[in-house]
C-alpha cells in the first residue's frame, strides 16, 4: 500500500451541497493543561448523520463531511490521503477514510454499512474529533441517536466509546480519553437551541419537532423541561426511503440497477435528472406524486398521533427539511429554527449542561 498522505491544497473550506462546509457558530469548550500538554474538552458534541457528519472544529465552527467510509488494506493499489474534506484514522491495524475522500474513492455511503452503524461509532468519532493536541480528554461526550429506548443498539456504540484509545489521525499519533459517553434522542438539541435562543414563545407548554434526514422522518414532543414524551413519536421514511421508491422505476429506465447514493444525491440538490453515462433520465413528474404522498403522509401522522394536544410551537429541521417548507407557516404555528437546520441538533447540544443539569431521562412509554 503506497504512503499514507496530505492532499490539501488550500485553506478554503467548499460550500456546495453536500461538501465540507465550515459554519461560524462557537462550539466546544476546552482548557490546555500546558505543564503535561494535555488538552482536556469539557464537553463534545457531535451529530455523524446517514447523510452528513456535523462536527465542531477547534476552532470553534462547526464542518459538515459527506458520510462516506472507505476501508483500505494491504495490497490496495488506491493510496489513502486526508484534505480539507477528508479524514483518515489509522487503529487498531485498520486504516479508514472518511468523507469525501471516501466517495472520491469509491466508498460507501455509511447507511450501506454492512452491519450495525453503531459499530463504527467510535471510529467516526477518532476520525472527527479535530483537537491539534497530541493527548486529549474529554470529559463528557453528547451524541444524539435516533432513540435512546432501553436496549437501543446506538446508547450501546456510544457507550463503547468511554475510555482511553491510541490512533492515529490524518497521520499525527493521538492519544484521547473520554469520561463520560451520553446518548440523547435526536430532536432534543433542537429543543435546547430553541429554549436558549428564546424562539420557544410560550416555554411552559409542550414544543414539537419534526427532523427530516437520511434515514427517517420523525416527530417527537418535549415536556417543557425538556424531557421526551415517547408515547407521542412518529417515524416515517427519511430520503433514503424516498431513493429506494424511485430506485426500481429509474432502474427500469437505465436497463440496469440505478445507485442510490447517486438518487439520494439528485434528492439532496433539488435536480431531479438522473445521469449515469449516456444515460439522463427526468424523474421529476414520478418525485412530484411521492412529495405529494410525503406530505399527506405526515400531515396523517400529525392529525393522528398528536391530535390531543396543544402546541404552540412546532420546529422542522433536518439536512432535507426544505422538502417540507409548505407547512410552515403562522396559521399551523410550524416554524423553521433561525438557524442552519441541518446543524441546529448539534448547536443546541452545547446548552446540555446549562439547560438539563447534565442529565437526559426521556419518559418511557
Known amino acids: 500500500m503506497a504512503t499514507r498522505t496530505?492532499?490539501?491544497?488550500?485553506?478554503g473550506s467548499v460550500s456546495e451541497a453536500g461538501l465540507t462546509e465550515l459554519q461560524p457558530v462557537a462550539s466546544t469548550r476546552s482548557s490546555r493543561n500546558r505543564s503535561n500538554m494535555l488538552h482536556t474538552i469539557e464537553?463534545?458534541?457531535?451529530?455523524f448523520g446517514n447523510r452528513v457528519f456535523?462536527?465542531?472544529?477547534?476552532?470553534?465552527?462547526?464542518?459538515?463531511?459527506?458520510?462516506?467510509?472507505k476501508k483500505y488494506r494491504?495490497?490496495?493499489p488506491d493510496e489513502p490521503f486526508w484534505d480539507e474534506q477528508t479524514n483518515l484514522l489509522e487503529m487498531d491495524d485498520s486504516i479508514i477514510q472518511f468523507g469525501r475522500g471516501a466517495e472520491e474513492m469509491g466508498g460507501k455511503p455509511i447507511f450501506q454499512y454492512?452491519?450495525?452503524?453503531?459499530e463504527m461509532a467510535l471510529q467516526i468519532l477518532l476520525a472527527c474529533l479535530d483537537s491539534p493536541y497530541p493527548e486529549t480528554k474529554i470529559s463528557r461526550l453528547v451524541l444524539p441517536v435516533p432513540t435512546t429506548k432501553r436496549g437501543s443498539e446506538y446508547c450501546e456504540g456510544i457507550q463503547q466509546?468511554?475510555?482511553t484509545h491510541v490512533y492515529k489521525r490524518n497521520g499525527e499519533k493521538k492519544r484521547l480519553t473520554i469520561e463520560q459517553a451520553i446518548s440523547v434522542d435526536e430532536g432534543f438539541g433542537t429543543f435546547l437551541y430553541c429554549k436558549k435562543n428564546k424562539l420557544i414563545h410560550r416555554p411552559d407548554e409542550l414544543t414539537a419537532v419534526i427532523s427530516l434526514g437520511g434515514k427517517d422522518l420523525f416527530g417527537?414532543?418535549?415536556?417543557p423541561n425538556g424531557k421526551l414524551i415517547r408515547k407521542y413519536e412518529f417515524r416515517l421514511k427519511g430520503t433514503f426511503g424516498w431513493a429506494q421508491e424511485l430506485e426500481p422505476i429509474i432502474s427500469n429506465k437505465l436497463g440496469r440497477s440505478a445507485n442510490l447514493s447517486r438518487i439520494m444525491n439528485c434528492l439532496r440538490d433539488r435536480n431531479f435528472v438522473y445521469e449515469e453515462g449516456n444515460h439522463s433520465i427526468d424523474?421529476?413528474?414520478l418525485w412530484s406524486e411521492i412529495h405529494a404522498e410525503i406530505i399527506d403522509d405526515l400531515i396523517a401522522q400529525i392529525d393522528t398521533v398528536w391530535s390531543r394536544l396543544t402546541l404552540p410551537q412546532t420546529f422542522i429541521v433536518g439536512g432535507s427539511s426544505s422538502y417540507l417548507a409548505s407547512l410552515v407557516s403562522e396559521e399551523l404555528q410550524i416554524y423553521y429554527p433561525s438557524t442552519d437546520t441541518q446543524t441546529v441538533d448539534v448547536e443546541g447540544l452545547k446548552y446540555f449542561a446549562e439547560l438539563s443539569n447534565n442529565l437526559y431521562e426521556p419518559e418511557e412509554e
Open 74 to 76: 494491504d495490497g490496495d
Open 220 to 223: 417527537r414532543v418535549f415536556q
Open 161 to 163: 466509546c468511554a475510555g
Open 6 to 11: 496530505s492532499r490539501n491544497q488550500n485553506n
Open 114 to 118: 454492512e452491519g450495525r452503524k453503531s
Open 43 to 47: 464537553q463534545y458534541e457531535g451529530d
Open 54 to 69: 456535523k462536527y465542531p472544529t477547534h476552532d470553534g465552527r462547526y464542518r459538515k463531511d459527506p458520510a462516506f467510509f
Open 283 to 285: 424523474f421529476s413528474g
